[in-house]
Every structure is written in C-alpha cells, then in structure tokens.
C-alpha cells in the first residue's frame, strides 16, 4: 500500500510570504510535512512568481508542482487537498476535497461521528 498523497496549495504565499496569512501558512505547512505521518506531500506553486520565503525549508519535505504537473498525462493520486484560503473557494472546490478522506484524517468528518 502506498503512503497517502497530500497536496498543499501554497500559490497565495508567493507574495508577500514573509508575513500575515502567507507566513502563517507556510509555518502550518512546515509543522505538518516534517511530522513523520507516513504521507507524502506536494506543495502547488505558480511557476509565473517566485517561490515563497521558505521555499528551501518546505522543498526538503515535500516536493514542488504546478497546476500543469497535475493535468499531465501522469497526474500523481491525490488523496487529500488543503486550499490556501477554504472560505472564499468553496464553490469552486467541492467540500470533499477539503478535508482528509476518512483513511487519512485523525477527527471525524461531517458524515461521521466519534462512539
């Protein structure tokens, strides 16, 4: 069985990325990818801008990709999806995409309840 893919859409820190909310993601995304959880992480960037403030840092954990890495003839699997900014793109991202799927998530989803 293969490890868990996770992809990170950090697009939103290659500006400004050294503070506020770009900073603050970033240092989540540090916390999370070098925790020994088994998953494999992808970070999303945008190869028109400069990579984030702590591009190095992230790299060594995680490897980099675009949007074209991702509609490839060989897009790798997805399992769960962590969005820059949830609340102003939830229309445009189903809310099955937000969350970890069941076998990758540590708390219970909507659908399904702690016993």
């Not at 990579?51 to 490897?63: F, T, V």
């Amino acid at each position: 069985m293969t490890s868990p893919m996770v992809l990170v859409d950090l697009r939103a820190c290659q500006f400004n990325g050294d503070r506020g909310i770009p900073a603050y993601a970033q240092s989540l995304t540090a916390e999370l990818i070098r925790r020994p959880t088994g998953m494999r992480w992808l970070l999303l960037r945008d190869p028109r801008w400069p990579l984030p403030s702590r591009a190095d840092e992230l790299g060594a954990h995680a490897s980099w990709c675009t949007v074209a890495d991702l509609a490839g003839p060989h897009p790798p699997p997805i399992d769960a999806v962590f969005r820059r900014n949830v609340l102003s793109s939830i229309q445009a991202c189903p809310y099955s995409t937000l969350i970890a799927p069941p076998s990758v998530a540590p708390f219970p989803t909507k659908r399904q309840s702690r016993t």
